[in-house]
């Protein structure tokens, strides 16, 4: 009643959201850490562990003549980084902020704002990851090529941009089915060890194995970006735009069960997770 209404124009109001999306993006890459430095380093530390997993495991198995010709190395790297933004990426919307979480008592936070900080977060720290160890092992290990590296940075987008999709999907129906998401949500994060295709190549594949992963659009991301980074590599079994339309698809499907969501919540939620 004693407040005064104030109208911002169109360009204050983007400035405004901007600015409250830069510092939840700040509060959500310190939700691991209070140090957001040791936040990233072990983000880091968690790929290179995985990167070194599936070396040891090659070599020990004799696989690495599976492997494409080139760096056996940035091989493993170009399924792993994709692997990982995809995941961090559903984790870090499926755990994000709903519209009974306080912080939506703050004017103007709201939900819109908490989705895409949590998801931009993600892809900011995988991004600085990838950065970091690429020119570590480029500058003290061996020098390498990638082909065309923007468009294989694309598809680490693609990546990204499918996982946002496939985490809104569960966000809005994790407060309906709190259990049933958790489990869903672990699942799919496991199966990707295998199904995500890191571990071989799609143009390798026999057509009744190949039918097993086309559906999968991490499959389709990391196919396509070994054919970017690999001169002598040519993806004839995936497609580009299929994880695109895949993630948009899904992500207007995420963004009505939101709103719909948003409508019907109850702070008895809370209670439920």
Request: charged share 10%; glycine share 6%.
């Given at each position: ?221 990391i196919d396509q ?31 009505m069960g939101e709103?719909?969501t948003r409508r ?10």
């Open positions: 009643m004693f407040q005064q209404s104030r109208r911002n124009s169109n360009f204050g109001s983007a400035i405004t959201i901007a600015g409250l999306t830069y510092h939840s993006i700040a509060r959500s890459i310190r939700k691991t850490h209070r140090n957001a430095f040791m936040s990233i380093a072990m983000n880091m530390l968690q790929v290179v562990i995985f990167v070194m997993t599936f070396y040891v495991m090659f070599s020990v198995l004799g696989l690495r003549s599976t492997a494409l010709r080139g760096d056996f190395l940035l091989y493993l790297m170009s399924g792993v980084f994709l692997y990982m933004t995809q995941i961090k990426t559903i984790g870090a919307v499926v755990g994000s902020e709903g519209p009974t979480s306080p912080m939506m008592k703050h004017a103007p936070m709201n939900t819109v704002i908490a989705i895409a900080s949590s998801a931009l977060s993600a892809l900011y720290i995988q991004v600085l990851s990838l950065v970091v160890i690429l020119s570590v092992y480029y500058v003290g290990f061996k020098h390498f090529t990638i082909e065309q590296p923007i468009n294989a940075f694309g598809m680490i987008l693609l990546a990204w941009f499918s996982g946002l999709g496939i985490g809104m999907v569960l966000l809005a129906a994790k407060p309906w089915f709190p259990t049933p998401v958790r489990i869903i949500t672990m699942v799919y994060q496991r199966a990707n060890m295998i199904a995500s295709g890191k571990m071989f190549v799609a143009n390798t594949l026999p057509p009744f194995m190949l039918k097993l992963f086309d559906w999968n659009p991490l499959f389709h991301c970006s070994r054919g970017f980074v690999f001169i002598n590599y040519f993806p004839r079994n995936t497609s580009a735009m299929y994880p695109f339309y895949f993630g948009l698809v899904f992500l207007m499907i995420g963004l709103f719909y019907h919540s109850s702070a008895s939620w809370g209670a439920r997770r």
